[in-house]
């Protein structure tokens, strides 16, 4: 039911198109970089890591930037209701800059991983809180528009990432990977400081810290560095039965248990409410959120390795081929944000999404270990065009029914749930992988040897593959067969996640996307009060809110 409040709202129509696409231009450049930063370093890894003299920072170089995104995720969205959204975006605009430069002059592995970490954190920043500013621009309809704008921005970065960091790489030197940063993220922070107006609840420093959840986010930082760290180390440098893992994830789980029950119990204004779990529509929107996300990075990351350790394609052309994925992506994103703008609908587009999803993963299953390419880039382009159809969708249904005021928190916690889940798709993509590798140790003893088939067996062949194509024919065969294989038993365990994905898109309700645009109130005083708002099924989408 409605509040009887009065409704703080504003007309989106008296902003001029000029100061529209200034902003989402650099908002749109916030995310690209940020999406960026994950992926061109993938080509690069190696003369990183050689420039350093560091083995162990291979794989350092990817874990420091995903261990800080992830884990900070969530407190950008609840500081940002205290202090405002814009000063927290120039905050983590000028973080990501400064670790950018870092990266570009570090002399040592030490301060290179620094400038990581900072990365990871003003990454975590930008990708929350242009989501978040988009919501204080603009109504739940419009919001489709450019919530589909910047996912074509993601996808897009994501994947031109790879080939960008090979030619940099291999044409300059690696260090252009972070220098390309600085003009890109120095012009939108001057920009968005001119032209980017939001309200400024001018929260005293001091009131605000003593405002902010500190145990919670302890908690969620400490869960999520923990569950990483160990899925970073399982299979890896550990056994996955090895003390030190298994201490990991259960350490983990006891301190995600402390953090649901401080933000049950405890918390005055928690970091992650409980009421973003109180509505069916809104946990089966975590769900598809999660699948998706998961399946997105696992063709990411998984079809490069077929490209290069099944077809013999270098990096940067598995990079190519992957661009009819992207492109895909790309196209129907931007189709399915103007669509629900249009419409008011996100509900057929997500159902048509998860279901060509879920046959865009099965039909990988048919790939073959020779180059079909009607093949290799038809199932791509299926399977691109229902990714891009999710980026909006599980966003909108959960704002719909949180309402204005948890808004951000939810936009955060879509954002963590969607960090977390490419992160573990690595990780359990790859133990599938592994493992089948394993069941074909015995034919590939036989066929190499014991001494090279072990730099092929389980984990070793992905650090291997320059190698295959060195091999005699008959054995590259062998080698390229038993991948060929591993990576089919990978593509049945997503579509098994697709699967799941399909099943809780239709627990997804269709709310009403309000044309009205409500502000939200920030600052502590927008903070008080009670939190439990209605999100029964007759929940309206939208909420009134009291003004300063």
């Given at each position: 039911m409605a509040s009887s409040q009065p409704q703080a709202t504003t007309d989106t129509s008296s902003r001029s198109f000029l100061q529209i696409s200034i902003v989402m231009s650099c908002l749109c450049a916030g995310t690209f970089v940020a999406a960026l930063d994950a992926t061109i370093v993938t080509t690069s890894l190696p003369s990183i890591a050689g420039h350093f003299h560091s083995a162990s920072g291979y794989t350092w170089i990817g874990s420091a930037y995903i261990l800080a995104n992830t884990a900070s995720v969530p407190s950008w969205g609840k500081l940002s209701d205290i202090w405002g959204r814009k000063p927290l975006l120039l905050c983590g605009n000028a973080i990501f800059f400064a670790g950018s430069l870092i990266c570009s002059v570090a002399n040592t592995m030490a301060l290179f991983l620094f400038g990581r970490v900072m990365q990871g954190l003003g990454a975590a920043a930008l990708m929350t809180l242009v989501n978040i500013c988009v919501c204080d621009l603009f109504s739940l309809r419009d919001r489709g528009l450019y919530f589909g704008l910047l996912s074509v921005d993601w996808a897009l970065a994501s994947g031109i990432g790879p080939i960008l960091g090979g030619v940099l790489t291999e044409k300059a030197t690696w260090r252009w990977c972070f220098w390309i940063n600085l003009p890109i993220t120095g012009l939108a922070f001057l920009l968005l400081w001119l032209a980017l107006e939001l309200d400024n609840p001018h929260t005293p420093i001091w009131d605000g810290l003593k405002a902010v959840d500190w145990i919670g986010s302890?908690?969620?930082?400490?869960?999520?560095?923990?569950?990483?760290?160990?899925?970073?180390?399982?299979?890896?440098?550990?056994?996955?039965?090895?003390?030190t893992v298994i201490c990991l994830i259960v350490f983990s789980i006891v301190v995600l248990s402390l953090f649901v029950l401080n933000e049950w119990k405890l918390a005055k204004y928690p970091v992650i409410p409980l009421i973003l779990f109180q509505h069916r529509s809104g946990i089966a929107a975590f769900v598809v959120c999660f699948c998706h996300g998961f399946i997105f990075m696992g063709e990411a990351y998984y079809l490069p390795l077929y490209f290069q350790a099944v077809l013999g394609a270098t990096p940067i052309m598995s990079g190519v081929y992957l661009l009819a994925f992207v492109i895909a992506c790309t196209f129907s994103g931007a189709f399915t944000g103007l669509f629900i703008q249009k419409t008011g609908q996100y509900i057929p587009p997500m159902w048509l999404g998860l279901g060509l999803l879920t046959l865009g993963a099965g039909l990988l299953i048919n790939l073959e270990a020779t180059a079909n390419w009607g093949k290799i880039i038809g199932f791509q382009i299926i399977s691109g065009l229902g990714i891009g159809m999710n980026f909006e969708g599980p966003l909108l249904a959960l704002q719909a029914i949180v309402g204005v005021k948890n808004t951000a928190t939810a936009t955060a916690t879509i954002g963590f749930v969607r960090t977390m889940s490419t992160a573990i798709s690595v990780v359990i993509g790859g133990v599938v992988f592994q493992n089948q590798m394993v069941k074909e140790g015995p034919n590939l003893v036989q066929s190499l040897g014991s001494e090279l088939a072990s730099r092929f067996g389980g984990a070793n062949v992905t650090a291997n593959i320059q190698l295959i194509g060195t091999l005699p024919a008959d054995q590259r065969e062998v080698v390229r067969q038993a991948v060929f294989g591993s990576l089919r038993t990978t593509w049945i365990m997503y579509v098994a996640f697709a699967g799941v994905s399909l099943v809780a898109g239709f627990f997804v309700g269709a709310h009403h996307l309000s044309e009205e645009h409500e502000v939200a109130?920030?600052?502590?005083?927008?903070?008080?009060?009670?939190?439990?708002?209605?999100?029964?099924?007759?929940?309206?989408?939208?909420?009134?809110?009291?003004?300063q």
């Open positions: 302890l908690f969620v930082i400490g869960s999520s560095i923990m569950l990483l760290l160990a899925l970073d180390f399982g299979g890896v440098t550990h056994p996955w039965d090895s003390a109130v920030l600052g502590l005083h927008g903070q008080s009060g009670d939190s439990s708002e209605d999100t029964s099924d007759d929940a309206p989408a939208t909420r009134t809110m009291e003004m």
